[in-house]
């Protein structure tokens, strides 16, 4: 019954090689995000699409990138991993952007860095 | 610049105690308020959505308030069990993008 599905749950990665972040929902919701959070510290959103408009957050680092091929998809892109990006990253939909629409969350993929 | 408290960070109660999670923020233009709860190595859940237009909304032994002129919301759970170990964190959505700013959280132990 996951709604919003985010695989693999758990991704290591050697420092500097690319890595690919995925999910997909079947709720059929325009608005897709991408949070990272690290221990203990709250999500911190990393970019958004409302369909196919792309919403990069100012302190996003420029080695994060997402793509968006259809409405059920959306991948994270971590160009060059370094040791601080280790953390889980969550990915979130919503129908719309208004006031009346709830985010709902995946599992998450912890990620690891050696 | 939206800032998100909750305070405490941690709260340990013995078991069928009512208590109140609370969470504080500094714009009140905002959309909704969302509280969700996260048990570790997990995503987040949603528990409860508040309208900025609302003043709370229940669920089951869950209720939560939103005072948006005083940038203050309230989770109140009522009789808890030690299945309610968690963290709780609130997130508001702000007015302008839809983005929505995170407080830490409250993690929660219920001791049997």
């Known amino acids: 019954d996951a709604m919003v599905i985010q695989n693999p749950r758990y991704q290591v990665t050697q420092f500097g090689k690319p890595v690919t972040l995925s999910c997909s929902q079947t709720?059929?919701?325009?608005?897709m995000y991408w949070y990272q959070q690290k221990s203990s510290q709250a999500p911190k959103l990393l970019f958004h699409?409302?369909?196919?408009?792309?919403?990069n957050e100012a302190d996003t680092p420029d080695n994060f990138q997402s793509r968006r091929p259809n409405t059920s998809f959306c991948f994270l892109d971590i160009r060059s991993p370094g040791l601080g990006d280790a953390a889980m990253y969550l990915c979130?939909?919503?129908?719309?952007?208004?006031?009346?629409?709830?985010?709902?969350f995946g599992d998450g993929t912890r990620l690891s860095i050696l | 610049k939206q800032e998100v408290t909750q305070i405490p960070a941690a709260l340990s109660v013995p078991e069928g105690e009512n208590l109140v999670l609370n969470c504080s923020f500094t714009?009140?233009?905002?959309?909704?308020l969302q509280w969700f709860r996260q048990d570790p190595g997990k995503g987040l859940t949603s528990l409860l959505l508040?309208?900025?237009?609302?003043r709370e909304q229940t669920s089951g032994r869950l209720n939560a308030s939103l005072d948006k002129s005083s940038g203050r919301s309230t989770l109140y759970i009522a009789a808890s069990q030690p299945g309610d170990s968690a963290t709780y964190l609130c997130a508001v959505r702000g007015a302008n993008a839809g983005k929505s700013t995170f407080g830490d959280g409250t993690t929660l132990t219920v001791k049997p």
């Open positions: 714009d009140s233009a905002i959309y909704n």
């Open positions: 709720l059929n919701h325009n608005v």
């Open positions: 508040i309208q900025s237009s609302q």
């Open positions: 979130a939909t919503s129908r719309e952007k208004g006031a009346f629409q709830p985010q709902h």
């Open positions: 699409y409302y369909d196919k408009d792309f919403n």
